[in-house]
């Protein structure tokens, strides 16, 4: 078997937003988590009504928002197409390219061993990685539910949406647990994480130097090349317990 890739269009009110090429499966937590991520809704309520319409060349992920955040992207995208032609519009796609994250200050005490479980875990969870060797995952992981989600796409940024849109869906609170992650860490999967409100980001490669300085800014704990033999810890330490503190004696 090979993965599936298709075009995927997100429009609100009948407008589209954007078009990713994706994997076709998990399509609502996929609306729900670029809509969260992208600053689009604060809350999965805020959509008050979603149709996933297949067409011949791909998907749309139809959505319909509630009064103020319809307003809002309405504005938004007015902002947008009205800065074509000005002498600044490159500064501020550079702006917009890299928003500032919210801060994450939530406190939370995750053993070493733990971490490294969790990911030597995750492959046999990968259901569709099994069947095609070629898609990424991200799951969520938490000291209470050990790891409970799991979501796959061609695209390891579609993934994460999928994993915040399954998390807000069922009403988890990603401050309670990790984000792991089967490949590098790259500056959007930082953003999104942090949009999450997820105070820990592990992934199986490196990550880039942009990604550790923004994890720094925005107070996520980042623990990259995460394998058998152990990890590093790039920022915030102090949310990773090295030491088994029932053995640490």
């Known amino acids: 078997m090979i993965p599936e890739e298709t075009a995927v269009a997100f429009t609100y009110q009948r407008e589209t937003y954007a078009v990713m090429m994706a994997t076709p499966s998990d399509l609502d937590d996929f609306a729900v988590g670029f809509s ?97 060797h070629g898609v990424h995952a991200a799951a969520f992981w938490s000291p209470a539910k050990g790891l409970a989600y799991v979501r796959e796409d061609v695209g390891r940024h579609n993934a994460l949406d ?35 409100g997820a105070p820990v980001i592990v992934a199986i490669s490196v990550p880039t130097a942009l990604a550790v300085r923004v994890a720094e800014a925005a107070g996520v704990t980042l623990v990259s090349i995460a394998r058998s033999d152990g990890f590093e810890i790039f920022t915030h330490p102090e949310r990773i317990l090295m030491k088994d503190p029932v053995n640490a004696a």
């Open 162 to 196: 999928k994993l915040a849109g399954a998390l807000a869906r069922d009403g988890v609170a990603a401050a309670s647990g990790a984000v792991l992650l089967t490949s590098r860490i790259s500056v959007e999967l930082v953003q999104k994480t942090a949009m999450m």
């Open 36 to 132: 969260l991520n992208e600053g689009i809704i604060n809350a999965a309520s805020e959509i008050e009504a979603l149709e996933i319409a297949i067409h011949p060349s791909g998907v749309e992920l139809r959505m319909d928002l509630t009064s103020p955040q319809a307003e809002r992207l309405w504005v938004r995208r007015r902002a947008m197409r009205g800065a074509t032609g000005c002498g600044l519009c490159g500064v501020e796609s550079l702006q917009a390219a890299l928003p500032t994250p919210p801060r994450i200050t939530h406190a939370i005490s995750i053993p070493a061993p733990a971490l490294l479980q969790a990911m030597a875990a995750l492959g046999a969870e990968q259901t569709l990685n099994r069947q095609t």
